[in-house]
């Protein structure tokens, strides 16, 4: 089965920036959705963006929307989320997702997906 490897996670005040990265194995890369799900203690894991490797379109929560920009680099099978204007409700565990055949109107169903990051955490502080 293939791997998703994460980067990017850390610690930075309201109104900084931080860039997650998330990089698969070519088995799983191609014609896929990749995207991020967060979760915090005691919630269920939310889609935050997902983005269609193999063209657009992009999906986004309404809770990042307009701040948050997830992208791909197909040379390196890497997909991005570039996270601006962060809060301090975007303190989350920030998980890689992949799934086969696209993304769609079920993009951020959990139990569509088919292989999962390891994780990465994100802090916001006021």
């Known amino acids: 089965q293939g791997q998703l490897v994460e980067s990017g996670g850390g610690s930075v005040q309201a109104g900084g920036s931080l860039r997650l990265a998330c990089a698969a194995s070519a088995d799983i890369y191609s014609g896929s959705c990749m995207g991020w799900f967060r979760q915090t203690p005691g919630n269920e894991r939310e889609g935050v963006a997902a983005?269609?490797?193999?063209?657009?379109?992009?999906y986004y929560s309404d809770s990042v929307k307009g701040r948050f920009t997830i992208s791909r680099d197909s040379d390196k099978n890497t997909v991005y989320l570039q996270m601006n204007n962060l809060k301090p409700e975007d303190t989350a565990l920030y998980y890689c997702?992949?799934?086969?055949?696209?993304?769609?109107?079920?993009?951020?169903?959990?139990?569509?997906?088919?292989?999962w990051g390891q994780g990465t955490q994100v802090t916001v502080s006021s």
């Open positions: 997702m992949a799934r086969r055949y696209g993304c769609g109107a079920t993009w951020n169903s959990r139990q569509r997906v088919d292989v």
């Open positions: 983005i269609y490797t193999a063209g657009l379109p992009t």
